[in-house]
């Protein structure tokens, strides 16, 4: 085995995912189609619970102060969405969809880019892509990368059934995100502690939550902004476990 092998069987699997999708969605009626959008949305909260168990785990609790891993949590949303808005991480994420969009050939009105954004943040959200990564680089095997490939492959069918060849394109900042993790684990060894990586968690998921709420038609949360809390909040974990 060679290092990355695992990011690149996880962008094949969201590949042959999405293409399955896409060929099973011309198919369904609309009203199928609509159901399958809810019932992803509900997942995806299924999925956003689970991110968010380790907010009420001794170990991440022990590692903070007394009482101030909500607040890690809330500062931690609410500095990188700050940053977030500042750089319009939104925009520039729904116009590289855009571009993407149109090398593709999709019809301006198409769920392509919606299907970019969602797809991109559930797939890279979560401890798997950051702990398989660092694996893989640290030459520890890609046990953990070939489970998010099997989840992301049925994900990438239920969601390119519905939202199109956007789902497809993702797998382009699935290997960005993966690829940049497994060099850190390559030349930097393991670089984060389990209550660093349950800090990214927790903010990850209630980023979910916001994937959720958009695919729901609850309402549309700019979660693109919020991506610089996965950064902000390890940081401010540490800060917090050296008082």
């Not at 094949?12 to 198919?27: D, P, Q, R, Y």
């Not at 116009?95 to 969009?101: A, I, V, Y």
């Not at 640290?138 to 969601?159: T, Y």
């Not at 393991?190 to 990586?197: F, G, R």
Request: with cysteine.
């Amino acid at each position: 085995m060679f290092v990355g092998l695992g990011t690149l069987i996880n962008i094949a699997a969201i590949a042959v995912g999405s293409f399955l999708g896409i060929s099973l969605g011309s198919k369904l009626a609309s009203k199928s189609q609509s159901m399958i959008t809810d019932v992803l949305g509900l997942i995806t909260l299924l999925g956003a619970t689970s991110a968010l168990i380790p907010l009420w785990s001794p170990n991440f609790i022990q590692a903070l102060p007394k009482g101030s891993s909500l607040l890690l949590i809330l500062a931690s949303m609410l500095i990188g969405g700050l940053i977030g808005s500042a750089l319009n991480l939104e925009q520039k994420l729904d116009s590289f969809g855009e571009n993407l969009r149109k090398r593709f050939g999709a019809s301006s009105d198409s769920s392509f880019i919606e299907g970019f954004v969602s797809s991109s943040l559930l797939f890279v959200i979560g401890p798997l892509a950051i702990l398989g990564s660092v694996s893989d680089g640290m030459s520890q095997g890609i046990d953990q990368l070939i489970l998010k490939s099997s989840l992301d492959f049925f994900a990438a069918m239920a969601f390119a059934s519905t939202l199109g060849w956007g789902v497809m394109a993702s797998m382009i900042p699935v290997g960005i995100y993966q690829g940049a993790w497994t060099l850190a684990g390559l030349f930097l060894g393991s670089i984060l502690s389990e209550y660093q990586i349950s800090a990214m968690t927790i903010c990850g998921g209630l980023m979910l939550v916001g994937i959720a709420l958009r695919l729901l038609n609850i309402k549309k949360i700019a979660v693109g902004n919020l991506l610089p809390a996965l950064v902000v909040a390890p940081l401010l974990a540490t800060l917090l476990h050296s008082i």
